[in-house]
């Protein structure tokens, strides 16, 4: 009895710690301005097939012929390439949430739990999804990368001025660094623009 009694609290305790998806999507759009359309399904899903799914997307908008190409560019750059593969665009801004824009879900990590300001950020990238739509970045990055680089960027910022999230400081290598101010610029210079954007015209800037 005392066993079933403890499994009801610890179940009932990662209950309650579990972010409610569906309650902060009002907060979403209020702190980012955009309007939500329709409500967003969400699913929690065990640490492995998140890993997984996360792998897949970053594989499919960043495939390996063009990352053999980037992997000797760098080379000829003189940077080592060891970390190529690592640190795809993704990488810098790894969260236990993630809003997949081909199934239209947000997909939260069991464990360990994602934190509020990341479901927050992932919450408003659906709402940029539904009034703009995301899937139209599917690809991009293959036909020209600094368009790709600059529509994340703005995504993420967007997303990120809503949530709260910085980019962290660059570490590790030159080419390291490098790939993770690219990873991290909508966190950086892509939240930069939305504030300035939102300074000009206020919220409904963003919805432009």
Do not use: K
Not at 144 to 154: F, G, P, T
Not at 163 to 176: I, K
């Amino acid at each position: 009895m005392t066993v079933v009694i403890c499994a009801l609290v610890v179940a009932s305790a990662s209950a309650a710690a579990t972010p409610n998806a569906r309650g902060l999507l009002g907060q979403a759009a209020r702190l980012s301005g955009l309007p939500a359309q329709r409500p967003v399904p969400s699913a929690t899903v065990a640490g492995a097939r998140y890993e997984a799914l996360l792998s897949r997307a970053l594989n499919r908008d960043y495939p390996r012929a063009l990352q053999r190409i980037d992997t000797q560019l760098y080379a000829r750059l003189g940077l080592t390439a060891a970390s190529v593969r690592r640190e795809t665009p993704m990488a810098a801004y790894v969260s236990r949430a993630w809003y997949d824009p081909a199934g239209r879900r947000l997909l939260l990590r069991r464990a360990p739990l994602p934190r509020r300001a990341h479901v927050v950020h992932e919450l408003v990238r659906a709402l940029v999804d539904q009034n703009f739509g995301l899937r139209r970045l599917a690809g991009l990055r293959v036909r020209n990368r600094d368009a790709a680089v600059a529509a994340h960027a703005i995504v993420e910022g967007t997303a990120a001025l809503a949530s709260g999230l910085r980019a962290r400081t660059p570490h590790g290598t030159p080419l390291e660094r490098f790939l993770q101010l690219e990873g991290s610029a909508g966190l950086g210079a892509g939240r930069a623009l939305a504030a300035e954007l939102r300074y000009l015209g206020g919220r409904s800037a963003l919805r432009t």
